[in-house]
Structure formats: C-alpha cells, structure tokens
C-alpha cells in the first residue's frame, strides 16, 4: 500500500450553530487541510498521484471557501460549519475527480486543523 499527503492552507469565517460557548459568535480560521490518498500501485512513472494534481483539486475546492464566511457557503448553509462537516466536504468533493488517475487511489482520510493544537477528520467507510 502507498500514500502520499498534500496540506493547504485558506482563511474562513464561521459560526457554530446549535452551539453554547464562544463559537456560536461570528469569528475565523486559517484553516490546514491535509488529504491523504491509498493505492495499492504506482503508475509509469513510479508515482502513486502527481501532488500537482492533489494541489490543484484542493485549490479548486479552497478557492470557494478561502476568505468567506462558511455559513453562506453550499452546503455550510445548512450543513454546521465544523471542522468535521469541511473535512466531509473536502472528501466529497475531491473524490469525484480520482477516476481519472492512471492507477486506481482513493482518499482515506481527511484532516482539518482549526488552530495549531486541534484538528478534526473524515475517514470514509
């Protein structure tokens, strides 16, 4: 088995509902993205996945998120802006691109940092 991670970084505004504490308020992030993806063979070239490639799907669904506040974003409208729902997000919207790797990949995780000391992830069945 091989994995490789790519991480990327954007700033987004938030608020958490159904939340009592602090984070109910309006207030932001930079948020870390890290995606990891498995395969069981490398293509041609030796590689797994091109990290150009990663970077560039990341940087698609970044650049709807990046310096927004979540909460007027699909689906954070009615989705809760957490940690754990953008981590979701990140696989769901990434994973449609992968077909069109050389060698069959797939995500295994997602993990998302909202600050340096805590992170939540998605791991799908």
């Not at 490789?4 to 207030?27: D, I, P």
């Not at 993990?111 to 340096?116: A, L, N, P, Q, Y």
């Amino acid at each position: 088995m091989f994995e490789v991670s790519v991480e990327q970084t954007f700033a987004a505004g938030h608020a958490l509902r159904n939340y009592k504490g602090a984070c109910e308020n309006v207030h932001g992030h930079n948020f870390r993205v890290q995606v990891t993806l498995a395969g069981e063979q490398l293509d041609q070239t030796g590689m797994l996945v091109d990290f150009l490639d990663v970077k560039g799907s990341m940087r698609n669904v970044i650049a709807r998120l990046d310096h927004q506040f979540l909460n007027e974003i699909k689906p954070f409208d009615v989705r809760n802006p957490s940690a754990e729902n953008i981590a979701e997000y990140f696989y769901e919207e990434m994973s449609e691109g992968l077909a069109a790797n050389p060698v069959p990949v797939r995500i295994t995780e997602v993990k998302v940092w909202e600050t340096d000391i805590q992170s939540a992830s998605y791991r799908p069945k």
